[in-house]
Each structure stands twice: as C-alpha cells, then as structure tokens.
C-alpha cells in the first residue's frame, strides 16, 4: 500500500541546516507531486513547499522559507528531500510530506492546499532553538 515516511528531523540552534527525507513505498515517488507541510504547536497545517515530477520541473515555495529550503528526489531512491538552511525559531513544528490525489504537477493555485493530498506520513519533528 501507499506510504510514506519522513525522517531527519530533531533539534537545531537557529542558523542551523537540516535535511528532512521522505521515503515512499507502494507508488513511485515520481509519478506524483509531493508536498512538504509543518504544523507548529496551535496552529493549523501550513503548506511549505510541493516539488512536482522531474518531467515536469515545476517546485513552489511559501515565501517565508524561499531562499532557504530547497526541495528535491533521488528517483533511484524513490525519495524526495526537503534541505533546511539558516533555521529559525519559527520553522519549528512537525514537518509531513503527502502525495497529490492524482498529477505530476504542483498546480500554482492549489499546491498548498491540504486537500489535494491523499496520502500522508507520520511527520518529522523540527526543533529550532534561539
């Protein structure tokens, strides 16, 4: 069946890197747009970044972390990663990839909308310390 896993999260002091891994199993990862979203203590579920099929080579970011993470896949691994620089404070909460309903593509007026997601890991928690 489909699923993901993410991994690579922890604590980190705020300049700080890390490097988030989603690892899909049942589908092949490249066959679908996948998103990366975090969800901090209170808040509700952000949209963070989607990259889409390497055919297609569309990637959105939400601006408050453009610049500074960067979303990718290793198809050989059947995984896409999400690198994390210059960390803040406010990065801070649980980080999920999920699996688009259907397409390749990370659609401009929709990629950050939860609901056009079916599949979901169990999230990564994502500390960044002052």
């Known amino acids: 069946q489909v699923q993901l896993v993410e991994s690579g999260g922890g604590l980190v002091q705020a300049g700080g890197s890390l490097r988030l891994s989603c690892a899909a199993s049942?589908?092949?990862?490249?066959?679908?747009?996948i998103g990366w979203f975090r969800q901090a203590p209170g808040k509700e579920r952000e949209a963070v970044s989607c990259i889409s099929s390497s055919s297609v080579g569309i990637n959105w970011y939400v601006g408050s972390v453009r610049g500074r993470f960067s979303v990718s896949r290793d198809n050989s691994k059947n995984t896409v990663y999400l690198q994390m620089n210059s960390l803040k404070p406010e990065d801070t909460g649980i980080y999920y990839c999920?699996?688009?309903?259907?397409?390749?593509?990370?659609?401009?007026?929709?990629?950050?909308?939860?609901?056009?997601?079916?599949?979901w890991g169990q999230g990564t928690q994502v500390t960044v310390s002052s």
């Open positions: 999920a699996r688009v309903i259907s397409g390749r593509a990370c659609e401009q007026s929709h990629w950050s909308s939860p609901v056009q997601y079916g599949s």
């Open positions: 049942g589908f092949t990862s490249n066959d679908y747009a």
